[in-house]
């Protein structure tokens, strides 16, 4: 049999987005906020048979994002905009804690091969959100950040039961952009509508680590290796309560 791992592609599950914040002193010009989102199962199977044998590889990935930020607003909140002015722009800067995993398994007769990368970066991010009101009641936003992190990876390989563990520390970067509409109904209450994407560098990925040939044993498995790169994008949607 041959497999390209490849040919287990990601899909399009979907996740969860979670956050809440709250603006401090008279102007409420600084505030904190706190966020998680995730998405889960993300990836395929694909099948194949050279005469009596019939394989199957798949693939599943998981990505956790956790956030503590402290934002500092130029204006008023960009929900209460006054009349005359259209635009506001907000710093952020906080910690960040961004997990990517990766999975692959093949199943082919006797020949069980799983190979499952963590990776885990942490660190402090910097940012932006700016937000410009077309309409009354609509806004754009866009939230750039920029993330330097340490990375603590682990693999571990199995091969028919037996598994090989090995660990790597790195420095890795992330790159994030969410672009949005804003419907903000009324001063407690908006929906919003947008689409994320996330560049994240220097990390591991089960990819790396599939060997090109299957071995006869564990020991013969690849060790860990940085130097991937991996783009995460997709759509979101929710509401917004102000309290």
Do not use: C
């Not at 799983?114 to 754009?140: E, H, I, M, S």
């Amino acid at each position: 049999l041959t497999f390209d791992t490849a040919d287990a592609e990601a899909s399009w599950p979907g996740g969860i987005d979670l956050r809440i914040g709250r603006w401090f002193g008279a102007r409420q010009h600084h505030g904190v906020e706190m966020i998680y989102w995730g998405v889960y199962n993300i990836g395929s199977t694909t099948a194949a048979t050279a005469g009596a044998t019939t394989g199957t590889l798949q693939r599943s990935d998981l990505v956790s994002d956790v956030e503590i930020n402290w934002l500092y607003s130029l204006w008023e909140r960009p929900e209460f905009l006054p009349p005359d002015r259209r635009v506001n722009l907000m710093w952020l800067a906080g910690f960040r804690f961004f997990q990517l995993e990766d999975v692959l398994t093949l199943e082919s007769g006797s020949t069980d091969l799983n190979v499952a990368t963590n990776n885990n970066l942490y660190g402090g991010q910097v940012g932006a959100k700016f937000d410009w009101r077309f309409a009354p009641r609509w806004r754009f936003s866009a939230v750039p950040k920029f993330l330097l992190a340490g990375n603590a990876i682990t693999n571990t390989s199995t091969l028919d039961s037996t598994g090989v563990y090995s660990s790597l520390g790195v420095f890795s970067w992330l790159g994030s952009v969410d672009t949005g509409i804003n419907w903000d109904i009324t001063e407690r209450w908006s929906l919003w509508m947008g689409y994320r994407v996330v560049g994240v560098g220097n990390i591991s990925q089960a990819d790396q680590q599939w060997p090109s040939v299957i071995p006869t044993s564990a020991g013969e498995l690849p060790g860990i290796a940085a130097g991937s790169e991996s783009i995460i994008h997709g759509g979101f949607a929710g509401f917004e309560a102000r309290y």
